[in-house]
């Protein structure tokens, strides 16, 4: 069972569902596999996809899998999820999917900072740093990842100040 076959067949299903393929691992669990395909998406408000989303696909995921040989005959446990957050911010999508949230970045400099992603294009993201606005070219990045913020305001949510 190699996770590019499963591939192969997983992601013209993903698509039926506006999603997008981030990963397959398999590994051994016991007598059987996990295969583990990891989802990304828009979702309906922009903000990922939804449980509901992830579930409906998981049936059809499992219903192609259980119909192709790429499985082999030996038995199989399959999970399908999204990115969550720890996760490296990989790709251009990732980012843009990501907009304001908080990130902690490294460059392939050595540098580090924490900033929140306000826009990305398919070459770089800006993020707010401490107030000042910098842009930060993927190709710099050696690793990104999305710090979870237990009191963060949901979008669109406004200061105290501003309900006045």
Known sequence: MKAEQISTVVEPILEQFAL???????????????????VDGDGADGGG?????IAEAT????AALDASDVT????????VSSRGVSRPLTLP?????NHDRLVKVSLADGTEFTGRITGAD???????????????AFA?????LI???????????RAPEEEN
Do not use: C, F, I
Not at 20 to 37: F, I, N, Q, S, Y
Not at 49 to 53: A, F
């Open 140 to 144: 710099d990045v050696s690793n990104a």
């Open 93 to 97: 999508r990732h980012w843009r999917r």
């Open 122 to 136: 398919d070459a770089a993201a800006t993020l707010d740093v401490d107030g000042t606005e910098r842009r930060v």
């Open 49 to 53: 996809p939804s449980l509901d989303d």
């Open 147 to 157: 710090q979870v913020e237990l009191n963060r305001k949901p979008r669109g949510s």
């Open 59 to 62: 049936k059809a995921v499992s």
């Open 72 to 79: 082999g005959a030996g038995s199989y446990t399959l999970e």
């Open 20 to 38: 997008d393929l981030d990963a397959v691992e398999v590994k051994p669990a016991g007598k059987r596999t996990m295969v583990r395909v990891v």
